[in-house]
């Protein structure tokens, strides 16, 4: 397999016969509703070490697989143009053989990850170019953000992301994890080699204002008012809607899945709630999300963190602390930007937490990364009330 990553899979897949009742109906909707045959793939099977994190990642992959107004071969190129800028080749493989499957000639799907791919005309060519923009978190300029609007409305834009986001952050669970390509499965490789970069266009514009509208409970689609409601309920948040749920909403079915990998990472895993904090605030700040990072500092310090702890957040000292957090937030920070993790770093977790919690971990890092790229490319704005904290130096 071509990639930066592992050659040979550092988390077992698990059988459907190791699980629960609960992660075997996981594991079957997941299988179902994917119409598999035989095994079930690597990836899944290695989610498995967490079932309830696997429902929940499914989840977000039934619905921008299978749920969206996206035309199939649309979606497939927005997927690999992912999977070549994170050289996750267990992604690349698959959807190359789904994209000829859905009609793509390969002469087209070639052009993936190269300049002639985003010249093309609307959706494809800014769709991808978008997708692009958003893996590797650089700015997307008004007029392509703006353009993109028109054409797909807030609901599509909110789902094309979160489309690229899934498959980011799967994406990097993937590689930090060593899936391997199954064995009688087509081994393709990208289009261009790791340290080729072709002359894309340059970025140049910034986000000047926030670029999506929020809704209201009473502009939600009404017959998934439970959606909301459940979303506001599980964070205990009464008298104001955050703008990350407030956007999401433009896309009902999108909040109701996304917001259902957040609800289990912060709330349904055995991982410290203090640790838990400075894992988020390292991917907001290797992200540069500053609306995050004023969000959850108050988190980290009602969680019982010290001051003097998130004051190292994202520095060399908080590294160097001792077992769990400072390997932990290091994994997070390598994990964040897709750099490798090396056997020796994640063995010493894989001893501390098991495979499910590294799962869990791994899917956590996943999540805000992906939610961090909606905030970023829509120009979030703290809500009235929440003053700015400013990054640590």
């Given amino acids: 397999m071509d990639t930066l990553h592992p050659t040979a899979p550092r988390l077992g897949r698990v059988e459907r016969t190791a699980l629960s009742a609960a992660g075997q109906a996981a594991w079957d909707h997941v299988y179902t509703v994917r119409s ?5 793939p690597n990836v899944f099977a290695t989610m498995a070490n967490s079932a309830d994190g696997l429902a929940c990642v499914g989840g977000v992959g039934e619905y921008v697989r299978f749920r969206t107004d996206f035309d199939r071969i649309f979606r497939e190129l927005v997927i690999l143009t992912v999977a070549q800028e994170l050289r996750s080749g267990y992604e690349w493989s698959h959807h190359w053989t789904i994209a000829l ?15 002639a791919l985003e010249a093309e005309p609307m959706p494809v060519g800014p769709a991808v170019r978008y997708a692009r923009l958003v893996t590797n978190n650089l700015p997307v300029d008004d007029a392509l953000f703006d353009d993109l609007k028109t054409h797909l409305g807030a609901k599509g834009l909110v789902d094309l992301t979160m489309l690229a986001g899934h498959y980011l952050s799967l994406g990097r669970f993937i590689n930090v994890a060593g899936v391997q390509v199954e064995p009688d499965h087509m081994d393709v490789p990208f289009n261009r080699p790791a340290d080729s970069r072709p002359a894309f266009l340059p970025v140049t514009g910034k986000v000047s204002r926030m670029r999506l509208t929020s809704v209201t409970r009473s502009t939600f689609a009404g017959d998934k008012a439970t959606v909301w409601d459940h979303v506001l309920a599980s964070r205990c948040i009464k008298g104001w809607v955050p ?29 410290d709630a203090v640790l838990r904090e400075l894992v988020i605030m390292t991917v907001a700040r290797e992200i540069d999300c500053a609306y995050e990072w004023t969000h959850h500092w108050p988190v980290a310090v009602k969680a019982g963190a010290s001051e003097d702890l998130l004051k190292k957040i994202g520095t060399p000292a908080l590294d160097s602390e001792p077992m769990p957090v400072g390997p932990t937030v290091r994994y997070a920070r390598l994990v964040a930007n897709n750099r490798p993790v090396g056997d020796a770093l994640f063995g010493a977790l894989e001893a501390h937490y098991g495979p499910r919690r590294l799962t869990d971990l791994t899917n956590m890092i996943g999540y805000y990364g992906m939610i961090g790229r909606l905030i970023n490319v829509v120009g979030f704005e703290l809500e009235e009330g929440h003053s700015v904290i400013p990054f640590n130096a």
Avoid: C, I, Q
């Fill in 36 to 40: 598999f045959t035989g095994e079930m």
């Fill in 101 to 115: 499957k859905a009609g793509a000639p390969e002469s087209l799907l070639k052009r993936v990850g190269t300049p």
């Fill in 243 to 271: 703008h990350l749920f407030a956007v999401l909403g433009n896309s009902p079915d999108a909040l109701h899945y996304v917001a259902a990998v957040g609800e289990y990472a912060r709330y349904k895993t055995d991982l």
